[in-house]
T-cell receptor, first 113, second 114 residues
Framework: LAKTTQPISMDSYEGQEVNITCSHN???????ITWYQQFPSQGPRFIIQ???TKVTNEVASLFIPADRKSSTLSLPRVSLSDTAVYYC??????????????FGTGTRLTVIP | DTGVSQDPRHKITKRGQNVTFRCDPI?????LYWYRQTLGQGPEFLTY????????KSRLLSDRFSAERPKGSFSTLEIQRTEQGDSAMYLC????????????FGPGTRLTVT
C-alpha cells in the first residue's frame, strides 16, 4: 500500500489559487491518485482522480508528473466555503477493503477573508 | 438518486448499552463500506460488503462490533456493550465495482458514549 505525505495545514486568502502537493513515492503501476474533501461533521466527498499528466473538472485540477511520485491538487480562486480538510490517497480501482482507501490526516485548508 | 443516507445522525448512549446504525447506499452500488473517524484523524476502514457478503473486516473491528447487509441493500452496524472509546463518527460509503477509489460517503452517525 502506497502511503502519502501531505502538509498538515495551509492558509490562503480568498480569490487565490491554492496548490496542495502530495508525495507518494511507492505508488504502483496500477494505482491512481484520488483526492477527497471533507467539511466538519460531514462525510468525505470525492473531488478528483487521475493517473498521469493533468485532469480537470469543475471543482479542481490534478497535476501528476511523469514519475508519478507526487501530485498537486489545484483549487482555482478559493472562497471561504473551500475551507476543509483535503485528503490525498493512492487507490487501485479494482482493489477493495483496508488496502484501498487509507486517508491519513489530510491537509487542513483555511481560507481567510 | 439521493445519495448515501445514514440514520441516526447523532446517538448518545451510556456505557454498556448496545447501539445500531443504519446505512442506505446509492441503489446501484454493490459495494458498501463502514469507516470510523475520530477527531483530527481521517476515516479508518472497518469493514466492507460486496452485495450481501461481508468480505473483509479490519482488526479495528472487535468482537463487539457486527455488521450486516441483508439482501445486499441497506446495512446495519451494531456495537454491543459500548465503551467510551467507541465515541466517534461512523461513516458509510458505497461504490460500484471497479471504481474502488471513488466512494460516495454518507453524512455519518456521531456516537457519544457517556
Amino acid at each position: 500500500l502506497a502511503k502519502t505525505t501531505q502538509p498538515i495545514s495551509m492558509d490562503s486568502y480568498e480569490g487565490q489559487e491554492v496548490n496542495i502537493t502530495c508525495s507518494h513515492n511507492n505508488i504502483a503501476t496500477n494505482d491512481y491518485i484520488t483526492w477527497y474533501q471533507q467539511f466538519p461533521s460531514q462525510g468525505p466527498r470525492f473531488i478528483i482522480q487521475g493517473y498521469k499528466t493533468k485532469v480537470t473538472n469543475e471543482v479542481a485540477s490534478l497535476f501528476i508528473p511523469a514519475d508519478r511520485k507526487s501530485s498537486t491538487l489545484s483549487l482555482p480562486r478559493v472562497s471561504l466555503s473551500d475551507t476543509a480538510v483535503y485528503y490525498c490517497l493512492v487507490t487501485a480501482p479494482h482493489q477493495t477493503g483496508a488496502n484501498n482507501l487509507f486517508f491519513g490526516t489530510g491537509t487542513r485548508l483555511t481560507v481567510i477573508p | 438518486d439521493t445519495g448515501v443516507s445514514q440514520d441516526p445522525r447523532h446517538k448518545i448512549t451510556k456505557r454498556g448499552q448496545n447501539v445500531t446504525f443504519r446505512c442506505d447506499p446509492i441503489s446501484e452500488h454493490n459495494r458498501l463500506y463502514w469507516y470510523r473517524q475520530t477527531l483530527g484523524q481521517g476515516p479508518e476502514f472497518l469493514t466492507y460488503f460486496q452485495n450481501e457478503a461481508q468480505l473483509e473486516k479490519s482488526r479495528l473491528l472487535s468482537d463487539r462490533f457486527s455488521a450486516e447487509r441483508p439482501k445486499g441493500s441497506f446495512s446495519t452496524l451494531e456495537i454491543q456493550r459500548t465503551e467510551q472509546g467507541d465515541s466517534a463518527m461512523y461513516l458509510c460509503a458505497s461504490t460500484a465495482s471497479g471504481r474502488g477509489g471513488e466512494q460516495y460517503f454518507g453524512p455519518g452517525t456521531r456516537l457519544t458514549v457517556t
